[in-house]
């Protein structure tokens, strides 16, 4: 089955700084990657997806990109804001599958004052 | 309007007791999962139902059964509680489960087994 690997665990940037969130999977027929944001407290929510038709996708202050060539995705977090401070969960899944999503084991961001 | 709620938010119980979370979402989706995330935040599907009828059955002890009154209602059910069912329960739903439409999660469920 899928694997999801997530990287760092933990990571702490300064207000305004940028941070970067990385996931490899191991199921090259995985074909849809999506970003949810888990604040204390209550439920992952989406903040922005990406196929694997696609090589990159922004939306505001956010972005993916996805190397299907090596099985990375990342997401890019711009001009953080205390906000922002959340577990952050990576995920794949693939056509067929049900919609099975695998997650990431999750990164805590903290954007510091 | 909330999309996509269970019951109870907490549940605190105690060992070998029977208890039940209950899923409701009012988005009009074909498809319910129910997740568990651990101590360590690592999140896992236990199951997938898709208009009624289970799709997604995970490797999860017979302890646990999903039942799906109808599309809007997916109910879990575990018996025979043991300290290692603690984490919180996640109910999921999409509009299909062919992958082209996102995951709407709940705001879980916090089983404590004592």
């Known amino acids: 089955g899928e694997n999801v690997e997530q990287h760092p665990s933990t990571l702490s940037v300064q207000e305004g700084d940028s941070a970067v969130i990385k996931c490899t999977y191991s199921?090259?027929?995985?074909?849809?990657f999506p970003w949810y944001k888990q604040e204390l407290g209550k439920g992952p929510q989406l903040i922005i997806d990406?196929?694997?038709?696609?090589g990159e996708k922004k939306d505001q202050r956010i972005a993916v990109t996805l190397n299907k060539t090596a099985k990375h995705f990342s997401l890019h977090i711009t001009e953080t804001q205390p906000e922002d401070s959340a577990v952050y969960f990576c995920a794949a899944s693939k056509t067929g599958g049900g919609n099975k999503l695998t997650f990431g084991t999750g990164t805590q961001l903290k954007v510091e004052l | 309007d909330t999309a996509v709620s269970q019951t109870p938010k907490y549940l605190v119980t105690q060992m070998g007791n029977d208890k039940s979370i209950k899923c409701e979402q009012n988005l009009g989706h074909d498809t319910m999962y129910w997740y568990k995330q651990d101590s360590k935040k690592f999140l896992k599907i236990m199951f997938s139902?898709?208009?009624?009828?289970?799709?997604i059955n995970e490797t999860v002890p017979n302890r646990f059964s999903p039942k799906s009154p109808d599309k809007a209602h997916l109910n879990l059910h575990i018996n025979s509680l043991e300290l290692g069912d603690s984490a919180v329960y996640f109910c999921?739903?999409?509009?299909?489960?062919?992958?082209?439409?996102?995951?709407?999660f709940g705001p879980g469920t916090r089983l404590t087994v004592t």
């Open positions: 990406i196929r694997s038709n696609v």
């Open positions: 139902y898709n208009n009624k009828e289970l799709i």
């Open positions: 199921d090259s027929a995985s074909n849809y």
């Open positions: 999921a739903s999409s509009q299909d489960s062919s992958g082209a439409y996102e995951q709407y």
